[in-house]
């Protein structure tokens, strides 16, 4: 048998191959191998800093060993990780109140996850619709290109060939609507619509922010045909964009917001939150988790969402947010693979077509962690709490890497 002190005690090459015998292979990482974290900076098991861009997608918005999160996590840990949703613990409700404060969505639901918090909106959306007094109200439309998660619920939502192919058949009556277009919405909706999911800014397509119009008329839509608008805030909510969420940037207020990645400082936590008109939709023993809303996580979040407000984070967003893509812009010119530049806060999506996937890995020899979404867009989801030094260092590496992958472009063409 195994002990303890061989794990601690592995190296690259160990913990390689533990997870090539026993791991299903899901997962295509990078060759770097992290031990710990300190601000915007994560570290290997030599030492060597990395410079994150990517935050574990979007979930490390206060940095890594943010002091106050350490210290809530600490405390709570030796009080009570777990009890069960059998019994009250002391910062559900607590949170729950707070989050209806930022999002004037006035009832909670927690799960551990995105995908789970976009289930169980999916089963709120049904169960509204059959109380709308006719049975056949369950179609729920979805958007090409958006991305709603990995579980079948929302896997179902997710119109992307590569991910839906192999695990067909999906959940019934999911329909598409093929365009971010009014037209294309209006072709969409009935009487039988339930509702409609959509992200503000898809995330996984390459940061692309909903026209404001298509947005507009999702809304009315909605209301006119009594179905529920559901926004996924899970990568672009809780303080990314410089707001608390992304859909305050737009004026169009959800029924139903779900949020996960970054709300509990690290650790995991997603919500479904809901306004006035699906208070009802679920009764007691209709939907329930083991671990969601745990006192550990929930606290977690309360820190998380106190940090926000005290440090300011939405303020700094914005500016540090604005420089970034000013910083972006300025280089743009000497690069020919820069496209378009866009995005919101911290949330930025820079165009680099056939250069995307090779320009990560330049970056990352260069000691800076950023991603690219479909393969075409460097996407970056800093910490929220990145400096202008850090952003400098940021466009200073690109600005590197880039010259070196259209060099090597122009030297094999
Ligand atoms: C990450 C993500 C999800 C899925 O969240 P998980 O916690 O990985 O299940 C869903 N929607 C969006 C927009 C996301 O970015």
Redo the contacts with the bound molecule.
Sequence with gaps: MTKMKDYLQLDSTGIRELEEKYLFPTYKRYEVFLSHGSGARVYDLDGRGYLDFLAG??VNSLGYSHPRITRVYLEQAARLIHCSNLFYNPYQGALARRLAEISGLSRAFFTN????A?EAALKIARAHGRQQGYKDKTKVLAVRGA????TFG?LSLTFQEKYQAPFRPLVADIEIVEATTVEALEKAFDERTCALFL?PIQ??SGVIPLPGDFFRAARELCTQFNALLVL?E??CGLGRTGKYFAFQHYGVEPDLLTL??PLAGGYPL?AVLGNARVAAALKAGEHGTTFGGGPLACRLALEFLDTLEEEKLLERVAEVGGYLMDSLRAIAPRHRSIGQVRGMGLMVGVELGAAAVKTVKKLLRRGVIANAAHETVLRLLPPLIISRADVNEFVSALDGALSEVEAEGASSA
């Excluded at 996850?113 to 789970?116: A, D, K, R, Y």
């Excluded at 991305?147 to 990995?150: D, P, V």
């Design positions: 997608i979007a996850s995105g995908t789970e976009n991305f709603h998660g990995r929302s992200e995330g996984e996924d899970i990568q996960a990645k997603g």
